[in-house]
């Protein structure tokens, strides 16, 4: 993707970054507007976006990436939670179309909160028929490996 992805140019080597790790595949860096400080984004080395159009190997070493900064974090940061995030589209809050997980250490007292305000089905039958729609969609050529 090059000069128009942000975390590609960090790749790249042309925007600096604080890596936290680092390997023939995957990068981890620090996070330049953090939800909590020590906030670290996950990124394949090639451009790939969005997920469902990434490999299974690479969401593979991303997933194994992430534990490992989640461990690290734990240790060094003493954190007493994690959040990991991983959003797809301009609606779901992706702002840096490269695909990319958030590993976010969480502390008793930073304040944080997520604000999320928990929906409803009206019954049974409507939560059966988006699970229906759900499982056409894996049963009409999905990308996964289920």
Same mark, same amino acid.
């Given at each position: 993707?090059?000069?128009?992805?942000?975390?590609?140019?960090?790749?790249? /080597?042309?925007? +600096?970054?604080?890596?936290?790790?680092?390997?023939?595949?995957v @990068?981890?860096?620090?996070?330049?507007? %953090? @939800?909590?400080?020590?906030?670290v984004?996950?990124? +394949?080395?090639?451009?790939?976006? +969005?997920?469902?159009?990434? +490999?299974? =190997?690479?969401?593979?070493?991303?997933?194994?990436? @992430?534990?490992?900064?989640?461990?690290a974090?734990?240790?060094?940061?003493?954190?007493?939670?994690?959040?990991?995030?991983? &959003? *797809? /589209?301009?609606?779901?809050?992706?702002?840096?179309?490269?695909?990319?997980?958030? @590993?976010? %250490?969480?502390? $008793?007292?930073?304040?944080?909160? #997520? *604000? #999320?305000?928990?929906?409803?089905?009206? *019954?049974?039958? =409507?939560? &059966?028929?988006?699970?229906?729609?759900?499982?056409?969609?894996? $049963?009409? /050529?999905?990308?996964? *490996?289920?």
């Amino acid at each position: 993707m090059g000069d128009e992805c942000v975390f590609c140019g960090i790749v790249e /080597g042309r925007i +600096p970054a604080q890596k936290v790790y680092e390997d023939e595949h995957v @990068v981890a860096f620090m996070d330049i507007g %953090p @939800v909590v400080k020590g906030h670290v984004l996950v990124v +394949p080395k090639r451009h790939y976006d +969005p997920i469902t159009g990434t +490999p299974d =190997e690479v969401l593979s070493r991303l997933i194994r990436v @992430v534990r490992i900064v989640a461990d690290a974090q734990m240790k060094g940061l003493k954190a007493d939670g994690i959040n990991v995030t991983q &959003a *797809n /589209g301009r609606v779901a809050g992706q702002v840096v179309p490269h695909i990319h997980f958030h @590993v976010i %250490p969480r502390f $008793e007292d930073d304040r944080h909160s #997520w *604000n #999320w305000k928990a929906g409803s089905y009206e *019954n049974r039958e =409507e939560m &059966a028929g988006y699970a229906e729609k759900i499982t056409g969609g894996m $049963e009409s /050529g999905g990308t996964g *490996n289920a």
